[in-house]
């Protein structure tokens, strides 16, 4: 069975801190696909990043980077010099390829809030 | 340019009326996909299509069902709507077997109350 972990359920920084989400997942497939999304209060969730089992290299786009670390099973996402733009919920996801479809597996979501 | 569409953003629906959820796309992809959002939870997908395939979640009530008549849209029908089935629901595709190009494109979601 594929299971993801936030283990923040709510994060509270002020602007320009910078603050990292935990992700840690559990699976049994040898190639899977890890994701982070961003759910605004209007509730749409935005694609931030996909990362495929086999490239465990960090990524840093902007302000945001990831650290995948196959060793720990993590996969943590970190917003430098935060901003009150980044106040969102986040989900970490697993995806279980399912017959040219993509499962996906959320973690219960780390709910960010950054203070002015 | 809205990619994934979903209609009504807010219904409201009477306990055990039948209601029915709209999902509309412009990308052309191949597989779409339904989740169900309760307040402060993770997204639970609940089934999906892959062009005319029907795939549904195990775990997925009888009461949820699901319609793809042409490859744009995808309706969620519920027939008898219960007080724990207010949700947000959300509605997704993904185009092909590729795996670099699995990635889901969510729309807005619909958020429905049940009285």
């Known amino acids: 069975a594929q299971k993801v972990t936030q283990a923040q359920t709510e994060i509270s920084v002020v602007e320009k801190e910078d603050v990292t989400l935990d992700c840690v997942y559990e699976t049994r497939d040898t190639t899977y696909y890890l994701f982070w999304y961003k759910q605004p209060p209007s509730g749409e969730l935005v694609f931030l990043i996909r990362?495929?089992?086999?490239?465990?290299q960090n990524e840093i786009s902007g302000r945001y980077s990831w650290n995948f670390q196959k060793s720990t099973s993590s996969f943590n996402f970190t917003i430098t010099a935060s901003q009150v733009v980044d106040s969102a919920v986040y989900f970490c996801a697993l995806s279980a390829p399912f017959q040219g479809a993509q499962k996906l597996v959320f973690g219960q979501g780390t709910r960010l809030t950054i203070n002015p | 340019d809205a990619m994934v569409i979903q209609n009504p953003r807010y219904q409201v629906t009477q306990f055990g009326k039948p209601v029915t959820l709209s999902c509309s796309q412009t990308?052309?992809?191949?597989?779409m996909y339904w989740y169900q959002q309760k307040s402060s939870q993770a997204p639970k997908l609940l089934f999906h299509y892959y062009d005319k395939d029907f795939n549904n979640e195990a775990d997925t009530p009888d009461n949820f069902q699901s319609r793809r008549p042409n490859t744009s849209f995808c309706f969620l029908d519920i027939r008898s709507p219960g007080l724990g089935d207010a949700a947000m629901y959300l509605c997704?595709?993904?185009?092909?077997?590729?795996?670099?190009?699995?990635?889901?494109?969510f729309g807005p979601g619909t958020r429905l109350l049940v009285l």
């Open positions: 997704a595709t993904s185009k092909t077997r590729d795996p670099t190009s699995r990635d889901q494109y």
């Open positions: 990362r495929n089992s086999f490239d465990e």
């Open positions: 990308l052309n992809h191949n597989v």
